[in-house]
């Protein structure tokens, strides 16, 4: 199984601050890797596939980067509505797995 | 609009049997693959299991394998996961997900809004 490990554990920074977050995978993976956001009380919702393609819809705010084992999810300038939990995930092997998560809380 | 509805949670006791549903609506249900992934209280995602467009191939997480079984009926657009011999562990909201891409590339977009197993006695 693949281990995805996501680090921090916990972020605090402000509005318009850029947030880096950062997910390593035990053996590498291509750029199988997608992440998601998930805020309180709702179901995640995707926002970068395959490293580096924003969902539709999704802000340029938002870039994801990285292959192998090494990825990278970059939110350039915080908004209000960005504070809330990441996720990445795997499509690599099976099983998928998902890293422990983020969470870009508000400093 | 792609819409999905999951039902069949609740309150079962250890050992007990539960089977959860997703309707599927706005997309050619058969196209696409399909997964369930769970959230326990307060915890992570877990990816649970996943079905291709055909049903022809499934797959499990080793935590459920053996004991949860997933299946599609693409006449009626509705995606099953049926859980049997339940734990405490598997006590999570369930979620229902449709992938991505018609080529089963099993990124998950969009999610339902997920029901609610409780495994306790």
């Known amino acids: 199984e693949i281990v995805l490990t996501q680090s921090p554990a916990t972020l605090s920074l402000s509005p318009g601050e850029r947030a880096t977050l950062s997910c390593r995978a035990s053996?590498?993976?291509?750029?199988?890797l997608a992440w998601y956001q998930q805020k309180p009380g709702q179901a995640p919702s995707l926002l970068i596939y395959d490293a580096s393609n924003r969902a539709t819809g999704i802000p340029a705010r938002f870039s994801g980067s990285g292959s192998g084992t090494d990825f990278t999810l970059t939110i350039s300038s915080l908004e209000p509505e960005d504070f809330a939990v990441y996720y990445c995930?795997?499509?690599?092997?099976?099983?998928?797995?998902f890293g422990g998560g983020t969470k870009v809380e508000i400093k | 609009e792609v819409q999905l509805l999951e039902s069949g949670g609740g309150l079962v006791q250890p050992g007990g049997s539960l089977r959860l549903s997703c309707a599927a609506s706005g997309f050619t249900f058969s196209n696409y693959a399909m997964g369930w992934v769970r959230q326990a209280p307060g915890k992570g995602l877990e990816w649970v299991s996943g079905i291709s467009g055909s049903a022809s191939s499934t797959y499990y997480a080793d935590s459920v394998k053996g004991r949860f079984t997933i299946s599609r009926d693409n006449s009626k657009n509705t995606l099953y996961l049926q859980m049997n011999s339940l734990r405490a562990e598997d006590t999570a909201v369930y979620y229902c997900a449709k992938d991505l891409s018609v080529n089963s590339w099993y990124w998950f977009d969009p999610w339902g809004q997920g029901t609610l197993v409780t495994v306790s006695s």
């Open positions: 053996q590498s993976i291509s750029n199988y």
């Open positions: 995930q795997q499509r690599s092997n099976w099983p998928l797995t």
